[in-house]
């Protein structure tokens, strides 16, 4: 990665960190604090999440729990009034996240308080006085994935719209197969396309498309029922990534891909959807052979 290019991806990250620990009592969302450190919206999750070491939601609540220690040590303030503070609804529900981080109730940690910082590879945790060193951030070192730039041309496609797990799409992916198949429509390239940032909604309400390439022009045969629609793939700069295996291994690829490939390229990325092209079938070629290509659009 380019020094320029490092110091500018740690000076964002750090920022969105900065952000957050000014917000304890109130945390900022996902958007709030991609938009406030200048990240996609979309990608924010799996870049702090690859930065930092911890996804985002789980920083949050190890920072106010360590916070919630030091109190029990330093304050005669109530458990439950701590526990409401830190984000609980519930002493019980406080107690229980208590006890799955320092081993031990609140009320005992209170009676034998011991150190109140929990291990963490970014090295980040509260104090009284505010972050006291530069966080450890994983923003270069070896990556099994490269990130080059193509400029493509829009691209019509018919779509089938699935809700849900995002690892569920396969489903629509046979129906759409079956359906252009009875109707005599060529199945050219096969597309993935991801609505929704998984940090942001419930896995139920997650949208994606399971999407065939088509020409332009084309007009709906019989739907069969299909819930299908003719769209568009915006076209323009996107940062591409392929991905060599199994389908179950498309997750920790986008995030290795937008944690560490996609910030050496040095460019902000655009607002589109991203989207997975599928490069072979996976009807007649073994699992370790599958190539995807991971594509992130760019801002010009």
Known sequence: MRTETRQEYQERIEAAIK?????LDNPPSPVEIADHAGFSRFH???VFSMAVGEPLAEFVRR???ERAAWQL???DVSITEIAFEAGYESVEGFGRAFRDLFHVAPSDFRQQPARHEIQSSCE???CPQGRRSIPNLVISGECSMEARIEKIDDMTIVALRHIGPYYLIGEKFQKLAQWAMRHGVPITKAIGVWHDNPDEKPVHELRSDACLVVADGFSLPETDGLDLRVDKIQGGSYAVGTHKGS???LGDAWARFCGQALPKLGRQTGDAPPFELYLNDCMSVPVEELLTDLYVSLRD
Not at 19 to 23: A, E, M, N, P, Q
Request: proline share 0%; aromatic share 20%.
């Open 247 to 249: 389908y179950e291994g």
């Open 44 to 46: 924010f999750g799996r």
């Open 73 to 75: 040590e330093n304050s």
């Open 124 to 126: 980040v945790h509260w």
């Open 19 to 23: 952000f957050v620990l000014s917000r």
């Open 63 to 65: 920072l106010r729990l």
